[in-house]
Structures are given as C-alpha cells and as structure tokens.
C-alpha cells in the first residue's frame, strides 16, 4: 500500500528556512513524478514544486521560484523540499504527492500532510 510520509514542518521566522522531507513506500518511488501542494487557510490547494522521476525536469510555482528547491533521493526513496526566505504567507499544510503534474491523474495519492507556520 501506498504510503507518503511528511515530516520537517513546523514554526519558522519570517526569512528563515525549513526543510521538507517525505517518506514513501508501497511503490517503485524512482518511477514516480512527485510533487508538494499546500493549502492555505480558507485558501484552495496550490501546487508548489514538482520533480520528475529521474529529477531531470522540475517545476516551481511563481510564487516560490527561487525561494524554495525540491529534490529526490531515489536511493532512500524521500522526496524533499527546501524552503528559504520564508514568508508568512508561506503558512500552510503542505503535503507530498505522487503522480501529480498539475493535475490528479491515474494513481495520484496524497500524504498526511506537515504543517508550516512562518510567524514571528
């Protein structure tokens, strides 16, 4: 069974960092795009950050780019996210999910979710 396991959210000052990392298991994680979506309070599902399997082709939302660097150990199949000069819109639940290119296709499926709060 599929699983995807967040860890690494948490509180943060605005311009600081963290860094995301989710577990996976229950599939051939190398085979697999994999992406992180966040949801804001009383805000719709944003897709932050994609990697393809082979971590040649990457996506980043505008309102990231340059913040924010996703990357994959296929070796330890984890999947992370590193995020830099955070902003307190930047808050939200963050999760990982596999087979999501901008859009839920065939095999798509969602973590737990981690949460992060940039606050001072």
């Known amino acids: 069974q599929v699983q995807l396991v967040e860890s690494g959210g948490g509180l943060a000052q605005p311009g600081g960092s963290l860094k995301l990392s989710c577990a996976a298991s229950?599939?051939?994680?190398?085979?697999?795009?994999m992406s992180w979506a966040r949801r804001a309070p009383g805000k719709g599902l944003e897709w932050v950050s994609g990697?393809?399997?082979?971590?040649?082709?990457?996506y980043y939302a505008h309102s990231v780019k340059g913040r924010f660097t996703v990357s994959r150990d296929n070796a330890r199949n984890t999947l992370y996210l590193q995020m830099n000069s955070l902003k307190p819109e930047d808050t939200a639940k963050y999760y990982c999910?596999?087979?999501?290119?901008?859009?839920?296709?065939?095999?798509?499926?969602w973590g737990q979710g981690t949460q992060v709060t940039v606050s001072s």
């Open positions: 999910v596999k087979d999501y290119w901008g859009v839920v296709q065939d095999g798509t499926w």
């Open positions: 990697i393809s399997s082979d971590s040649t082709d990457t």
């Open positions: 229950g599939f051939t994680f190398s085979s697999h795009s």
